[in-house]
């Protein structure tokens, strides 16, 4: 367990400088350049995510069961996740109808993603995983309402934008609910072990 919540602290602690230190952000891009800040932020960034991934894993071996959630929960949490993916597929083409209503379409995603997970998983690693991730969306949310967003003034919805991004979503979401989330986490939403 302690080093899902290692990898969580560097993951997501990394993903929070503009939350809590954006002043510093900006220092340090300045002081580095954009390129080696990205950089150092993404070599960061995986560290923490291959951490998250390993812990989640062992920890999973010996659950610590907290709740047994009920099977309609379950079915909520597919389709939260069917609308979870839409929006994370929103959040580019910048002219689709989701990113210029919702603006930050992929963090909106993460919330949706994270919540439906606490809702169809019932263990301590759950708890933590999902619980932490629903945190840090709900913080970098309220954050990021707070700064200037980069879009056109008077951008119009394109159609063929918003259609390409919905379908995207229920692609990706049905090739996790009918195998790759199994593939992946050896779980299948669906119940099949």
């Given at each position: 367990m302690?080093l899902l919540?290692?990898?969580l602290?560097i993951?997501?602690?990394?993903?929070?400088?503009r939350i809590?230190?954006?002043?510093?952000?900006?220092?340090?891009i300045?002081?580095?350049?954009e390129?080696k800040w990205k950089g150092?932020?993404?070599?960061i960034?995986?560290i923490g995510?291959i951490l998250?991934v390993?812990?989640?894993?062992?920890a999973?071996?010996?659950?610590?069961?907290?709740?047994?959630?009920?099977?309609y929960l379950?079915h909520?949490a597919?389709?939260?996740n069917?609308?979870?993916?839409?929006?994370?597929?929103?959040?580019?083409?910048s002219?689709?109808?989701?990113?210029?209503?919702?603006?930050?379409p992929?963090?909106?995603?993460?919330?949706?993603?994270?919540l439906?997970h606490?809702?169809a998983?019932g263990?301590l690693v759950?708890?933590i995983?999902?619980?932490?991730?629903?945190?840090?969306?709900?913080?970098?949310?309220r954050?990021a309402r707070k700064?200037?967003?980069h879009?056109p003034?008077?951008?119009?919805?394109?159609?063929k934008a918003?259609?390409t991004?919905?379908?995207t979503?229920?692609?990706?979401?049905?090739?996790?609910i009918?195998?790759?989330h199994?593939?992946?986490?050896?779980?299948?939403?669906?119940?099949?072990?």
């Open positions: 302690s919540i290692i990898g602290i993951f997501l602690g990394s993903h929070s400088c809590f230190a954006e002043p510093w952000r900006n220092h340090m300045d002081r580095l350049g390129v150092l932020y993404t070599i960034s995986l995510l998250v390993v812990g989640y894993g062992q999973r071996q010996a659950p610590i069961v907290l709740w047994q959630p009920a099977t379950i909520i597919i389709l939260l069917l609308v979870a993916f839409i929006f994370l597929a929103g959040s580019s083409p002219n689709n109808a989701i990113r210029l209503k919702l603006k930050h992929m963090i909106l995603g993460v919330k949706v993603w994270a439906a606490l809702l998983n263990t759950d708890l995983l999902f619980g932490s991730f629903l945190l840090w969306a709900v913080l970098d949310f954050s700064r200037p967003i879009m003034e008077n951008a119009a919805i394109s159609t918003t259609i991004v919905v379908v979503g229920i692609v990706i979401w049905a090739a996790f009918f195998g790759l199994q593939y992946l986490i050896g779980v299948s939403p669906l119940g099949a072990r």
